[in-house]
Each structure stands twice: as C-alpha cells, then as structure tokens.
C-alpha cells in the first residue's frame, strides 16, 4: 500500500481539506513544489497536491466528497 493523491489545486483549498481530512483522525501529506521561495521571480503555477494513505480512503471519502461538493 502507498499513497494516493485525493487533491490537486490551490494551496489554500488543499490546506482546507487537509484539515477536515485530519480532524476524522486521518493523517495527510501535502507535496507543494512551490519555488517561489527559491526564485521570487516565478509564479507560481504548480498545483499543491494532498496524498493520504490508500487504507486510510475509505475512512476519509465522505469528508473528501462533502469538500469537493462545497467548492
């Protein structure tokens, strides 16, 4: 078993689901590929993506699916 990615997008809305995510006790983990950091010059284009584990899917689906509706 391994990841599996459930969002793709703006970091704030990853940050957002991240939360209703683990407050039903499922851990998350979030991949930003963000350079803006590094190089302030680029936008930033590159969608902050939100992985859980593929055990933890099932457990975590309604409050993905209740997310996704309200956006």
């Known amino acids: 078993m391994g990841l599996m990615k459930?969002?793709?997008g703006s970091e704030i809305?990853?940050?957002a689901l991240q939360q209703?995510?683990?407050?039903?006790?499922?851990?998350?983990?979030?991949?930003?590929?963000?350079?803006?950091n590094?190089?302030?010059s680029i936008?930033?284009?590159?969608?902050?993506?939100?992985?859980?584990?593929?055990?933890d899917f099932s457990k975590a689906n309604p409050a993905i699916e209740?997310?996704?509706l309200s956006i």
């Open 6 to 8: 459930v969002f793709s």
């Open 13 to 15: 809305l990853a940050l």
């Open 20 to 36: 209703k995510i683990e407050e039903i006790g499922v851990t998350t983990v979030i991949r930003n590929n963000n350079q803006s």
């Open 38 to 40: 590094v190089l302030p």
């Open 43 to 55: 936008e930033n284009t590159k969608a902050v993506e939100l992985f859980i584990q593929e055990t």
């Open 66 to 68: 209740e997310f996704r």
